[in-house]
Structure formats: structure tokens, C-alpha cells
């Protein structure tokens, strides 16, 4: 049995943590429309499907480049600044934030790739961006690229993968829900604003690619996007989207995958499987890099050079 001590440790703990938890969350619901109010969108916010999606676009230039964020980035526009900001001298750029990331609204819309595609699509057209686009997907949106490319190829010029999921990875990685789920919790009752290592660590602003005032605004965002309702629904939805994604088959369009070398990936094959479907494509490439999975800010300089020289033999000069 317990001794007394140990009964009085044991609820002194408890009241700890109680005090804890319920001081963050009040502190978190004050702090969040204090950091909306500060940081407003930087791009368009358009009406889809019965909810607000934003739309950040810079540059001019055909093709125009769409970037379509991995599960769970919490800010798509700053997250692939590093990139981008090396490409919009030549090229229109957008980048398209689904329901629940960065300045989007959340949405009870079901989360599968019809659905997904369909409100990026009407993003799109709505911010007056038309295609022809170049796909630029990172992690799980590689599904949404692959099916935006079977569907309507007249659309889409080519895919360049940002160490993109492929329907194959999904056979090997059943998504970690209890986990996700743990973190959800860790977000939304403020805890996650006690460690603010994990956003000055990560790598948009590890890697200098974002100003002080950007690297304040990503830190806003991680902390009242970080594993919002929608993007548990993906997560839910994502091997039923792999399955679909795999009866259509491999896009004609021309691929070029950069790929990382899958070291923080929960994939022991992530390399071989992406360099397997580029194999398999009509017209794959790929460029295998040593970094790891947020390849668009650890090897910007090499992805944006490389890009354009892909572009450049497709579409010409």
C-alpha cells in the first residue's frame, strides 16, 4: 500500500499539474487573439467551400509555382520563404494554406484528396491565379499532387517533389495518431509555449530564412496551429487517400523529386521508395540530398538552382 508521504507527494503532483495545465490554458486563450490581432495575413483570404483559406503570392513569371504544404506545418507562407524567395525573381509563386494551417480558417469539411484538391483548386481561382501551375508539394501533399496530376493534367506542367510522400510510404507508416494526438493536447492547453526552443529550432528559423518580425509571426502560428482538428482529419484520411491515389496510377507529367535521406522519418526505406516511383514514372527524376525531411530550408540554394534549370528544359527560357 501507499504510505501517507507518498499519498501526499502523489496529490501534490496532481495539483501541480492541474495548476499547470489550467494556468497555460487560460494564458494560451488570452494570448491568442493578442497574435492575431498582431499578425495579419500577409496574402489574400478567399471564401471556399463555406470557409475562409488564405493565399500568399509574390513574383512574376509562367509558370506559375504552387507550394502545397506537408501534415502538420503549422505555416506554409513562412515555411517555404527560404525557397521561394529564391525563385520569385523568374516565377510567379502561391502558396495555397488548407483548411486549418497558417492564416486558413478550420473547417469541418471532410479531408479527403477529392475534397482537398477541389478547395486548392477554387483557392486558387478565386486569389486569380490560373493555371498553368508547377506543383511543389512537401510530405503528405505529394498525394495531393499526384491526384491533382491524373485528374487534370492540362493544369499541371510538372511536380516538383519536396521529399513528397508517395502511396507506397503509407503501406509502411501507418500515421502515429496517439502521438499526434498527445501533441494536439500539448498545443492547444499552451504547454508548447513553455518550451520555446521547438520554434526558434525549427528549421524556417534555425536557418536564417525568415526575418526577426517573420521568425515572431511563425512562432505565433506554431503555437495556434500546431496539430489543428483538420489536420488530425488528414491524418485519418491519409491511407484511404494513398489507396485512391495508387488505383489512378503515376501522372505522365514530368517528376523531379529531391529527396532527403529519410533520417528523422519513421520509414526505413523512405529513400528507396521515392527513388523506386521516380524509376517508375514516364518522366522521373530525382536528386538525392543529406539533409533531412524539410529539404525546401536545408538545401534552398540547391533545390532553387536545380528547379530552374528543370523549367527551363520543359518550358523553355
Given amino acids: 500500500?501507499?504510505?501517507?508521504?507518498?499519498?501526499?507527494?502523489?496529490?501534490?503532483?496532481?495539483?501541480?499539474?492541474?495548476?499547470?495545465?489550467g494556468g497555460s490554458t487560460i494564458n494560451h486563450r488570452l494570448q491568442l487573439p493578442r497574435e492575431e490581432a498582431a499578425y495579419p495575413p500577409p496574402g489574400q483570404v478567399v471564401k471556399v467551400n463555406g470557409h475562409r483559406l488564405h493565399v500568399y503570392s509574390e513574383g512574376t513569371g509562367e509558370p506559375?509555382?504552387?507550394?502545397?504544404?506537408?501534415?502538420?506545418?503549422?505555416?506554409?507562407t513562412l515555411d517555404f520563404r527560404g525557397l521561394y524567395r529564391r525563385l520569385s525573381d523568374d516565377y510567379r509563386i502561391v502558396v495555397v494554406e488548407r483548411a486549418g494551417y497558417g492564416w486558413s480558417d478550420e473547417s469541418d469539411t471532410p479531408r479527403d484528396i477529392d475534397t482537398v484538391v477541389a478547395e486548392t483548386?477554387?483557392?486558387?481561382?478565386?486569389?486569380?491565379?490560373?493555371?498553368?501551375?508547377?506543383?511543389?508539394?512537401?510530405s503528405m501533399s505529394g498525394l495531393e499532387a499526384l491526384h491533382w496530376a491524373n485528374l487534370y493534367p492540362a493544369e499541371v506542367v510538372a511536380?516538383?517533389?519536396?521529399?513528397?510522400?508517395?502511396?507506397?510510404?503509407?503501406?509502411?507508416?501507418?500515421p502515429p495518431?496517439?502521438?499526434?494526438?498527445?501533441?494536439?493536447?500539448?498545443?492547444?492547453?499552451?504547454?508548447?509555449r513553455l518550451v520555446p526552443a521547438l520554434c526558434?529550432?525549427?528549421?524556417?528559423?534555425?536557418q536564417g530564412h525568415l526575418t526577426d518580425e517573420e521568425a515572431a509571426t511563425y512562432c505565433a502560428m506554431l503555437y495556434r496551429r500546431t496539430w489543428s482538428a483538420n489536420m488530425l482529419a488528414e491524418i485519418d484520411a491519409t491511407q484511404a487517400n494513398a489507396e485512391q491515389v495508387v488505383a489512378q496510377g503515376i501522372p505522365a507529367v514530368p517528376i523531379y523529386f529531391f529527396i532527403s535521406n529519410g533520417a528523422d522519418l519513421p520509414v526505413r526505406n523512405w529513400v528507396e521508395l521515392l527513388v523506386a516511383y521516380t524509376e517508375e514514372a514516364p518522366n522521373g527524376r530525382y536528386l538525392l540530398l543529406d539533409v533531412s525531411h524539410y529539404v525546401h530550408n536545408l538545401a534552398a540554394e540547391t533545390i532553387a538552382a536545380e528547379t530552374r534549370l528543370f523549367l527551363s528544359e520543359i518550358v523553355g527560357e
Avoid: N
Fill in 177 to 192: 495518431r496517439l502521438l499526434i494526438g498527445l501533441g494536439a493536447f500539448v498545443a492547444r492547453s499552451g504547454l508548447l
Fill in 159 to 174: 511536380i516538383v517533389g519536396l521529399d513528397p510522400a508517395v502511396p507506397p510510404v503509407y503501406a509502411e507508416m501507418p
Fill in 64 to 76: 506559375t509555382l504552387v507550394f502545397l504544404s506537408g501534415s502538420g506545418t503549422t505555416a506554409p
Fill in 121 to 138: 483548386r477554387r483557392a486558387l481561382a478565386t486569389a486569380g491565379e490560373d493555371p498553368p501551375y508547377v506543383l511543389l508539394p512537401h
Fill in 1 to 21: 500500500m501507499m504510505t501517507k508521504r507518498l499519498q501526499w507527494i502523489a496529490l501534490g503532483l496532481c495539483l501541480f499539474l492541474v495548476f499547470l495545465v
Fill in 200 to 206: 526558434h529550432g525549427s528549421e524556417a528559423v534555425s
